[in-house]
């Protein structure tokens, strides 16, 4: 790697056709952050900013086709883990990560739709928690996520502050619990834990509908580690990048939903 080629970033993840979410949001925030992107679709999305109408999943050989691709070419500094449909894509997931064995991994763990429909299915829930969150840099779920993984709701500040500590328990190197369903007033508060370090990371609540912040997050921050800051560096800095893209945020389509302006964030090189 010579010194002006930017390092590569995975995302492993659906796409969306309306290009606010899912793997077009994340190849937009590795853009964003100088960092090169490469993608492995693990399932189709339909979808625009009124609904997603159609899902497909590729037959693993395609996903697993498009994963050797990947890393038998680039230097494939860190992971982002996005939608994976189901526990079979899980476990595929998994055996690749165990044989190349990424610097980082962030685990978006896409679970609950915005309606609230439960996305996974109960053995594909307990495929990410036995495979996937051991491999995992950073977990960053929202609050449903987290009840769902922890199977216990979280209703407040203090169980948030203690859901973080039991997902570490359960595996991974480190936990960003985000606070945007969780009604803590005018301001939404994310949770980073590390077994050693606990950090909170404020922002104003801003009154928008808005669509792909949580894949954006989780690209954001395997870029900043890949860049090379530390973990809760990272996670402020992407938590930053979120904010400034959803003040400058847009309505594309004829739906109410707003889309991240990725560049308008991004600030100087």
Known sequence: MTPSTPVSVLTIAGSDSGGGAGIQADLKAFAAHRVHGLSAI?????????GVTAVHVPPLEFLQAQLDACFDDFDIHAVKLGMLANADVIHL?????EKH????????????ATS???LLE??????????????????TPNTPEAELLLERRIANATEAEDAAAALLGLGTGAVLLKGGHLDEGPRVIDRYYDGVTGEEFSHVRLPVNAH?????LASAIAAQLCRGLSLPNACEAAIDYVARGLRGGYRPGRGEVMVLDHFGASGPA
Do not use: F, I, W
């Open 93 to 97: 997931v998994a055996d690749v990560l």
């Open 42 to 50: 693990a399932a189709l999305t339909a979808q625009n900013t009124r």
């Open 212 to 216: 792909g912040t949580g894949c954006t």
């Open 116 to 118: 609230g429909a439960r």
């Open 122 to 139: 109960t053995s594909a829930l307990h495929a990410m928690r036995e495979r996937l969150l051991p491999l995992a840099t950073l977990l």
């Open 101 to 112: 064995r990424p610097p980082q991994v962030v685990l978006d763990p896409v679970m609950v």
